[in-house]
T-cell receptor, first 111, second 114 residues
Framework: SQKIEQNSEALNIQEGKTATLTCNYTNYSPAYLQWYRQDPGRGPVFLLLIRENEKEKRKERLKVTFDTTLKQSLFHITASQPADSATYLC??????????FGKGNQVVVIP | DAGVIQSPRHEVTEMGQEVTLRCKPISGHNSLFWYRQTMMRGLELLIYFNNNVPIDDSGMPEDRFSAKMPNASFSTLKIQPSEPRDSAVYFCASLPGLGSYEQYFGPGTRLTVT
C-alpha cells in the first residue's frame, strides 16, 4: 500500500525566512503530486500540483519540487508570514484521481 | 458558488446509534470522495464516486459503513451501528474532472461517538 511520510514535528520559523517541508513516498510511482493547506477546523485547500515530468513548480511565494528518483517532494514558502501558519499536506496520486495524503506538517511562523 | 456543503457540522451520538452524514458537491463536478481524518491515521479515503457510480470503496472500514450517491448533487455516508472508534472528522470532496485534478473539500463533520 502507499506510504507517505511527512515530518510529524512542527516547523517553527521566523517571519521572512523560507520554510521547507519534505514529503517522501514509497511503494508506487505517482503521475502527479499535490500540496494542500489545512487550517484548524477546516477542510484542506488545494495549493499546487506538480507532474512527474516537472522538476519544479511555482505559485507566488510557494515552490514545489518533485524528484521521482528519490521519491520525494519539497515544499517551500519564501518570505514566510504569520498568515502562512497552518498544516500542509502532501498528496501523491495513485491512479484514477485518487490521492494518498500524508499526515501533514505544521508550520508556525513567528512574527 | 457555495462550495462543497456538508451537514451536520457536528454530531454527537451514542454507541449503537445510526449516523448519517450528508454532502452536496459543487455543481458540475463529476467525482465525489469521502474521507475520514484522525490524528493517528491522518486523512484516509473511504469511497470514491464518479458520475454517481462507486468506483473504489476499498477504504470503507467494514460493513457498518455504507455510502450512496443517488444523484449528482447529493451523497450520504451512513454508519450503522456506530462505535466509539468511528469518532473522527469526515470530509467530502468533489472534483471537476475534464483534466482538472484538484479536489475541493467541504468543511467536514466532526463525529463523536460516546
Amino acid at each position: 500500500s502507499q506510504k507517505i511520510e511527512q515530518n510529524s514535528e512542527a516547523l517553527n520559523i521566523q517571519e521572512g525566512k523560507t520554510a521547507t517541508l519534505t514529503c517522501n513516498y514509497t511503494n508506487y510511482s505517482p503521475a502527479y503530486l499535490q500540496w494542500y493547506r489545512q487550517d484548524p477546523g477546516r477542510g484542506p485547500v488545494f495549493l499546487l500540483l506538480i507532474r512527474e515530468n516537472e522538476k519544479e513548480k511555482r505559485k507566488e511565494r510557494l515552490k514545489v519540487t518533485f524528484d521521482t528518483t528519490l521519491k520525494q517532494s519539497l515544499f517551500h514558502i519564501t518570505a514566510s508570514q504569520p498568515a502562512d501558519s497552518a498544516t500542509y499536506l502532501c498528496a501523491p496520486d495513485y491512479g484514477n484521481n485518487r490521492l494518498a495524503f500524508g499526515k501533514g506538517n505544521q508550520v508556525v511562523v513567528i512574527p | 458558488d457555495a462550495g462543497v456543503i456538508q451537514s451536520p457540522r457536528h454530531e454527537v451520538t451514542e454507541m449503537g446509534q445510526e449516523v448519517t452524514l450528508r454532502c452536496k458537491p459543487i455543481s458540475g463536478h463529476n467525482s465525489l470522495f469521502w474521507y475520514r481524518q484522525t490524528m493517528m491515521r491522518g486523512l484516509e479515503l473511504l469511497i470514491y464516486f464518479n458520475n454517481n457510480v462507486p468506483i473504489d470503496d476499498s477504504g470503507m472500514p467494514e460493513d457498518r459503513f455504507s455510502a450512496k450517491m443517488p444523484n449528482a448533487s447529493f451523497s450520504t455516508l451512513k454508519i450503522q451501528p456506530s462505535e466509539p472508534r468511528d469518532s473522527a472528522v469526515y470530509f467530502c470532496a468533489s472534483l471537476p474532472g475534464l483534466g482538472s485534478y484538484e479536489q475541493y473539500f467541504g468543511p467536514g463533520t466532526r463525529l463523536t461517538v460516546t
